[in-house]
């Protein structure tokens, strides 16, 4: 115990305050997410703010269960793999909204890339630039 240096002691600290920051940072951002793409859909009237969030948060769950796989791509793939991530959220989320609302191949279609462009364009990428 003698040569172990004094920051040693607040080490197991830290890194649960570092394990939190980051636990809360994810929601925060997987919330917001889902507010901009609750918000894209509304926009594209795919349904009313309820069902719109539903649907968002939904599809938001199914698709960052998948793709938490490419959490560790990323670093590797830099923006090709931010760029693999949305394509697998875009056909994620089409599926999703698909068995939320069937029959409405186009529109779905459509809102899965204009929901996920919107928030990779204003929450993903800014928070992949950041972090570098």
Known sequence: MA???AFDVAEPGLVVGL?????????????LIALV?????QLLR???FK???KASVLMNLASTVVGLFFLWLVPALGFLGILSAWALSVLI???VLMRLQPG?????LMAALIANLASYVLLIVPSYLLSK
């Open 3 to 5: 040569g172990l240096p």
């Open 104 to 108: 409405e191949k186009r529109l779905n």
């Open 19 to 31: 394990l939190a920051f980051g636990v809360a940072f994810v929601i925060i951002l997987f919330l």
């Open 37 to 41: 793409e609750t918000v894209a859909l």
């Open 46 to 48: 795919w349904g009313d």
């Open 51 to 53: 069902r719109s969030l």
């Open 93 to 95: 989320e089409w599926l």
